[in-house]
């Protein structure tokens, strides 16, 4: 089998095609590129193995990577809903805006998006051990922004925008992780319920560099200006944001 | 200081005639209700829960344990539960947690249908020499199949078949997470299932490892949450259930509070040692009914369209209406969970007065499933108060392919229905995680008690059937000619689709 794989997806429903990526998968091969997608939900969905890239040229679908482990895809074009779903490890490169809900409970890799994301961008994000998820997005996201949110890092850069964030309602929930916007002043953040808003400091720029350095170098930015600005970071306000809210019968 | 404290609950007595200061009482009672003092038990009646645990582990039935020994004035509208319920929110400004299930007096309608029998002509079928045909297969079944003669004279099947489920009894036990349950009450469950043929839920609380062994008779639940789903994961389970919502909650999440997230919790539900397990009540993914459709076949993707997918919902006056939609969603059954299901945790308020009786929810479901015909596209599970084999045989009759079981089941493994599973400390070892109690649980006795359980139901279901001149649970199903309504008026009757009594 050859090292690379070329599929034209045009016109190819899902499951035919994710059956021709396990199967070049299973079978050694390196690099798929699929051109032409167009609004095919789940790639790669459940797919586990390491060590192979999938490029995808054109707009795949929803729930893009979901339930993923291990694979680097980079998408040339926008995204759908949810990319990174309950994603596992691996990496999912976009570049372009995607839809709501980028890296919904994705406990472990890392997605970087160039352009916006929809609302609920890492919501539930969650991590478990060694498996420590991460999201970058260049430019906005919308509201909600890593709502009950349990662990990871998220990061919204906010190039070319007034502010990182459109929107409101900012970690609520939050539980565990943290959430870094750039260029932005604490109190213009609409922090939601449980979350608290503090400027970030040293420590916390080591924390996010090498994923800055990463995005810098998929979408070609400039690394000084970036670890340069100011950041805020958006942790919990207690480890048990709802503890309080009951009594017994 | 203004309210004061309310009247104990139960009030527990010793006989010290009869006591012999063995001090078992002391050891097993978790809620710290017995201390010694010299020669005499000394029990401390407003810490009870009424568990029974002392009760049953008292080698000279020397206690004794009252309800409501001190009542306030009788009033039928300002009863005691009202009464407390105030005075315990004017004193927090909280929600009331409660356990278990519905507490209120509301009718039941399951008491208020009764099953016929055969007599002179049709007679009735003696299960024990006639095959009783008791295999229920829960997925989607062809709309009609095409067969064709082959060369060798023989017939071949030329229609695919969606992947099944096949019990060998309808009944199956509901999603119990590890985490709400303890590992050794999971265990037994599902020893159980494996031993009679049948399923079990994990609860959104992922699959212990030692549950390995049974996957093949599990039923791997996906929750708001996500807890412990990873692709493996997914590709263990038999079945896939996506969990919208419960019946002794519906509209409204899970949450395991932190402490309760020790060690092997941790490593089973993936996330940090003591931290919130937070599951609202939405998936934070499904807004639409198409996005459900998305979830559901993203899941048969991820698994290559193996396995079947459950979506469970509340019992909820719409019901019908969601369940169409879930049957044309590529789901392969609708999970029905009324609004007498148990539950480790609810607010009371939410216990007591959402939803609906699942009789009335499997009645009007498996109507419009008909009546849009896709009957043949979903599986009808029932769950929510189930008590006996007569529950069973009237949800099926009602239209049910097969019922959960959940507090019936723990029940079985002795559970005393205390309602006090919130609290983390049960005595019988089963909704609690604390090692001390939960080695009281001893996995293969609670297994044989859980398999005879269901065993016995399900003679007991073969006789019903036979009675009524039945052979096969198929023709029992959505089969309300069976049933008549006893003390029930026109108006439920006739949502019911039953006839009255004497009709
Ligand atoms: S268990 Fe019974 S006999 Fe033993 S100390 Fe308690 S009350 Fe007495
Ligand atoms: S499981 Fe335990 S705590 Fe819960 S009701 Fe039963 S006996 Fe009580």
Redo the contacts between chains.
Sequence with gaps: MAEELVIDADGIHYTPLNKMIRGAAASGVKKVILKNVCGQRFIANGLKCDGIEIEIQGVPGGDLSMFMNGPEITVYGNADHAPGNTMDGGRLIIHGSTGDAVAHSMRGGEVYVRDDVGYRAGIHMKAYMEKKPVLVVGGQSRSFLGEYMAGGILVVLGLDKDCPVDGRGVGSGIHGGAIYLRNVSPEDVDAGIGAKVIVADEEDMEVIKPYILNFCRYFDADPEELMNSPFVKIIPSSARPFANKYCWE | MSIGSVPVKFKVTIDNDRCMLCERCIENCSYGVFRREGQKIVPDSRKCTACHRCVAMCPRDAIDLEEKPNDYRSHPLWTREARE?IY??AK?G??????MGNALDYPIIFDRLVLDACQVTNPSIDPLREPMELRTYIGKKPERINIKKNNSGDYDLNTEIAPNLKLETPVMIGHMSYGAISLNAQKALAKAVSSVGTFMGTGEGGLHKDLYPYQSNMIVQVA???FG????Y?ERGAAIEIKIGQGAKPGIGG?L??EKVAEDVSKTR???LH??A?S?APH??IYSIE?LV?LV??LK???E?KKPVFVKIAAVHNVAAIAAGIARSSADAVVIDGFKGGTGAA??VFRDHVGMPVEVAIATVDKILREQGIRNEVSVIASGGIRDSADVTKAVALGADAVYIGTAALIAMGCRVC?SC??GLCPWGIATQRPELVSRLNPDEAAVNVANLINGWTLELAELMGAAGINSIESLRGNRDRLRGYMLDEGILDVLDVKMIGA
Excluded: C
């Excluded at chain 2, 909280?94 to 356990?99: C, R, V």
């Excluded at chain 2, 789903?229 to 493996?232: F, K, L, R, S, T």
């Design positions: 319920a315990n929110q927090s909280k929600i009331i947690l409660s356990g708001s949450g996500r789903v990873d692709i493996n997914l949450h509070p932190g993936m996330i940090p931290s919130d937070i609202p934070h993914d996005d998305q076949r993203s993707e991820a698994t369209w607010p009371r309602g919130y609290r």
